[in-house]
């Protein structure tokens, strides 16, 4: 693993860019795609004027998971004793592989993620919402969990007085670090389940943005990109041992993400789902008119941005439509 590493270092040292040039370009591109997969979301709520078909699950926990990414990040970047604690466990490769393009994904994933889940309050945004919209109790544990399991190990490394040991064998302030990222994985592990249910149970994607799920797909192929070259470039791939989470929330997201894919282009293709009862009823096999207002698919998520907000297409001298820019 180690030499091929050398031999791709080598080859894209002939190209005239270094590992370093790649791994910042790389980085950049998957914080701008994954957080511009934020925004499809909201857009699509608010032009439906609805949330229904969106798990109230996803954006609560997603809020969970990014202030613990957030801290996480923070800290790895900006806290000298982190950093040294860093360098102790892995002195072959002491530099941390989290970048400041981490940090600045994780800061704006929390305003967008609380963003979305305000939309689930009619007083705020005056939304139609179901009253089966409500976090589920077993997020509701997994909050409490995840909160008890932080504190009784921040209590362990205070008690025991080893917070600021560089001995990896001790309980540390990194590892507290650690156990946030851990949350963040378990949260983006778990976060995704409740909507693959509401999908599925409604038989219909209508109202779940699936371009916020292809660019969230392009940005974990990236992450995983970029942590790969970084630990290449350093010539040892404890570069990824020591940022699991990095490589872990590329490779579950990758996976979920290929899931609501299947469901939306394959598995569920010819349903469309209208609104006329306030909530998800099959009316059709697909085609555009029986579509609801405010499906995606058809529109676009920015099609009330652009101009056009008719229910036709508007078209040039010639008849023919002009061309209109939407996301899938």
Avoid at 30 to 50: D, E, G, K
Avoid at 64 to 72: C, E, H, K, Q
Avoid at 91 to 97: C, D, G, N, S, V
Avoid at 203 to 224: C, E, N, P, R, Y
Wanted: overall charge positive; glycine content about 10%.
């Amino acid at each position: 693993m180690v030499m091929q590493g050398e031999v791709f270092v080598r080859a894209l040292s002939r190209t005239g860019y270094t590992p370093i040039d790649l791994c910042s370009l790389l980085g950049w591109i998957y914080t701008i795609c994954w957080s511009a997969s934020f925004y499809p979301q909201p857009i699509l709520n608010y032009r439906r004027r609805s949330t229904h078909g969106l798990a109230i699950d996803f954006p609560a926990t997603n809020a969970l998971g990014f202030i613990s990414y957030l801290i996480y990040t923070a800290t790895f970047l900006y806290s000298p004793l982190i950093r040294r604690q860093y360098a102790s466990r892995y002195p072959i490769a002491p530099e941390p592989t989290v970048r400041l393009n981490d940090l600045a994904f994780a800061a704006h994933a929390v305003v967008l993620s609380s963003l979305v889940f305000s939309q689930f309050f009619p007083a705020i945004w005056g939304f139609r919402v179901s009253k089966f919209q409500k976090i589920s109790k077993p997020i509701v544990g997994v909050f409490w969990g995840c909160t008890l399991a932080v504190s009784i190990l921040l209590v362990v490394v205070a008690a025991r007085g080893t917070g600021s040991s560089l001995d990896a064998k001790d309980w540390a302030w990194i590892d507290v670090c650690y156990a946030l990222s851990y949350i963040k994985l378990i949260i983006t592990i778990i976060k995704y389940i409740p909507q693959a249910w509401v999908n599925y149970k409604r038989k219909s994607t209508v109202g779940w943005s699936i371009s916020a799920i292809l660019l969230d797909f392009s940005g974990g192929v990236l992450s995983i990109s970029q942590l790969l070259i970084d630990s290449a470039q350093g010539g040892d791939w404890s570069g990824v041992t020591g940022n699991p989470i990095k490589l872990l929330l590329g490779n579950v997201s990758i996976f979920f993400d290929v899931i609501f894919i299947l469901q939306h282009y394959v598995i569920y293709r010819a349903t469309k789902v209208g609104e006329m009862a306030g909530i998800g009823v099959a009316v059709g096999n697909g085609s555009a008119h029986a579509t609801a207002k405010g499906d995606e698919d058809d529109d676009g998520v920015f099609k009330p941005l652009l101009g056009d907000r008719g229910g036709s297409a508007q078209r040039g001298g010639d008849g023919r439509p002009l061309p209109r820019i939407a996301l899938p």
